[in-house]
T-cell receptor
């Protein structure tokens, strides 16, 4: 069964540094999402992306965040200047255009 | 926006017993309600979902019920097994095609042999 893949599995970064999280959605999927989960808390929506533009974003997704689909397969989340509170598990998800959403294994981001 | 409340936060059951997790939602326009199971350090995995045009759906030992009038939906696991131990999240969305998911806070289920 096709899966959403995410790299790296764990990223450790100094506060203030830029970080890019990468995702390869399922190949025939059209809608892409980023969610985050702070340790012990619920999964929170960050942003959705369709047809090369942002469809919706949450209050968390401020000017420090950006998303991109640089080619036909990758979907990236960039945090420009990381803060301690950005430490979380970041999940990418995708869907064909009808629910459900399929989640990747996540990237654990640790900000020091 | 949509707000999803989930109860209980933890649930301990004996193997073989049933487990029930309840969620309420605030936006009457919500029309798709998935349940995800998350094992420690792993991805959320869809276990069952229901759309607003049905009241109940069953898949082997797992069932979901939806009460649109009361704006709540529940997950029922029968004949629980140790491998059912995990965190379960309910979610809701107003767009059953591509909309964002609003998650509940999660329920830690522990099944003891």
């Amino acid at each position: 069964e096709p899966e959403v893949t995410q790299t790296p599995s764990h990223q450790v970064t100094q506060m203030g540094q830029e970080v890019i999280l990468r995702c390869v959605p399922i190949s025939n999927h059209l809608y892409f999402y980023w969610y985050r989960q702070i340790l012990g808390q619920k999964v929170e929506f960050l942003v959705s992306f369709y047809n090369n533009e942002i469809s919706e974003k949450s209050e968390i997704f401020d000017d420090q965040f950006s998303v991109e689909r640089p080619d036909g397969s990758n979907f990236t989340l960039k945090i420009r200047s990381t803060k301690l509170e950005d430490s979380a598990m970041y999940f990418c998800a995708s869907t064909k255009g009808t629910q459900p959403q399929h989640f990747g294994d996540g990237t654990r981001l640790s900000i020091l | 926006g949509e707000n999803v409340e989930q109860h209980p936060s933890t649930l301990s059951v004996q193997e073989g017993d049933s487990a029930v997790i309840k969620c309420t939602y605030s936006d009457s326009a919500s029309n798709y309600f998935p349940w995800y199971k998350q094992e420690l350090g792993k991805r959320p995995q869809l276990i069952i979902d229901i759309r607003s045009n049905v009241g109940e759906k069953k898949d082997q030992r797992i069932a979901v019920t939806l009460n649109k009038t009361a704006k709540h939906f529940s997950l029922h696991i029968t004949e629980t097994q140790p491998e059912d131990s995990a965190v379960y999240f309910c979610a809701a969305t107003v767009t059953d095609s591509w909309g964002k998911l609003q998650f509940g806070a999660g329920t830690q289920v522990v099944v003891t042999p």
